[in-house]
């Protein structure tokens, strides 16, 4: 009840209002309420990922770093001014999960690092760009599906980005569909051409639309966690194609 809660902190008459990763976009009408102003913390480094799902979209294309904001809100979403940012890195290897534990811990430190200042009325506020391309929607789970032939990287950063406890990426192996929930990227490169699942020295490696081949260090399918070791012993004779 967007009315009855404006209601609500309009009564409390509040000096700031504070939004830590709520999903919904509040009202002109609530944010007017704060005296001093209401402020959201956005997980990216604005005005990069503005929108949703900011720590899996910058996974997603293959960003080495991002962050939290602390900003103000206006009408329009994540556009206004920053008051202070955090960086913090993406390995190649971190998953949304690890990303995001380090974005909350960024968090923290922007909070405590502002809030004396903001208290004091001494805060700095940066005006955002707001350019086009900036904004990010939702992910579904079927944005999770693989394309194989595609190259090892994209495919890779896929996955990190979707992990569990995300909806996870998925791919068509063989004839039966895989969750691949972990994968590291190689030096080794396919024989032939074409998407294939390969087993070598008790590892399983899919060719990729590069050539290049990605291991797989955790998948599942439906009947529960793949043994990828025992299947790559199958595959070493006999590789499965990848759809």
Same mark, same amino acid.
């Given at each position: 009840?967007?009315?009855?809660?404006?209601?609500?902190?309009?009564?409390?008459?509040?000096?700031?209002?504070?939004?830590?990763?709520?999903?919904?976009?509040?009202?002109?009408?609530?944010? &007017?309420?704060?005296?001093?102003?209401?402020?959201?913390?956005? /997980?990216?480094?604005? #005005?990069?990922?503005?929108?949703?799902?900011?720590?899996?979209?910058?996974?997603?294309?293959?960003?080495?770093?991002?962050?939290?904001?602390?900003?103000?809100?206006?009408?329009?979403?994540?556009?206004?001014?920053?008051?202070?940012?955090?960086?913090?890195?993406?390995?190649?290897?971190?998953?949304?999960?690890?990303?995001?534990?380090?974005?909350?811990?960024?968090?923290?430190?922007?909070?405590?690092?502002?809030?004396? /200042?903001?208290?004091?009325?001494?805060?700095?506020?940066?005006?955002? #760009?707001?350019?086009?391309?900036?904004?990010?929607?939702?992910?579904?789970?079927? &944005?999770?599906?693989?394309?194989?032939?595609?190259?090892?990287?994209?495919?890779?950063?896929?996955?990190?980005?979707?992990?569990?406890?995300? #909806?996870?990426?998925?791919?068509?192996?063989?004839?039966?569909?895989?969750?691949?929930?972990?994968?590291?990227?190689?030096?080794?490169?396919?024989?032939?051409? /074409?998407?294939?699942?390969?087993?070598?020295?008790?590892?399983?490696?899919?060719?990729?639309?590069? /050539?290049?081949?990605?291991?797989?260090?955790?998948?599942?399918?439906?009947?529960?966690?793949?043994?990828?070791?025992?299947?790559?012993?199958?595959?070493?004779?006999?590789?499965?194609?990848?759809?």
């Amino acid at each position: 009840d967007a009315a009855g809660l404006e209601r609500t902190v309009e009564g409390l008459q509040p000096d700031f209002i504070f939004s830590f990763y709520y999903r919904s976009l509040l009202p002109e009408a609530l944010l &007017d309420c704060a005296r001093r102003g209401a402020l959201n913390m956005h /997980g990216s480094l604005l #005005p990069k990922y503005r929108g949703r799902a900011p720590v899996n979209w910058a996974i997603l294309k293959g960003e080495c770093e991002t962050g939290a904001t602390l900003h103000y809100m206006v009408a329009r979403a994540d556009a206004g001014d920053i008051v202070d940012q955090q960086p913090v890195p993406i390995l190649l290897e971190d998953d949304a999960r690890e990303v995001f534990a380090k974005v909350t811990v960024a968090a923290e430190i922007v909070l405590a690092r502002s809030l004396p /200042g903001l208290i004091a009325g001494t805060a700095p506020r940066r005006p955002q #760009p707001v350019e086009p391309g900036q904004y990010f929607g939702r992910r579904r789970p079927e &944005d999770g599906r693989i394309d194989w032939t595609r190259p090892a990287l994209e495919i890779h950063n896929l996955v990190r980005a979707v992990a569990p406890p995300f #909806p996870g990426a998925f791919g068509i192996v063989g004839a039966e569909r895989w969750e691949i929930h972990r994968t590291r990227l190689t030096e080794r490169r396919a024989p032939g051409r /074409g998407a294939r699942l390969f087993g070598a020295d008790g590892e399983c490696y899919a060719a990729c639309g590069d /050539g290049a081949m990605l291991r797989l260090l955790r998948a599942a399918s439906r009947s529960g966690p793949i043994d990828l070791a025992r299947y790559a012993r199958a595959l070493e004779k006999h590789p499965v194609p990848l759809g």
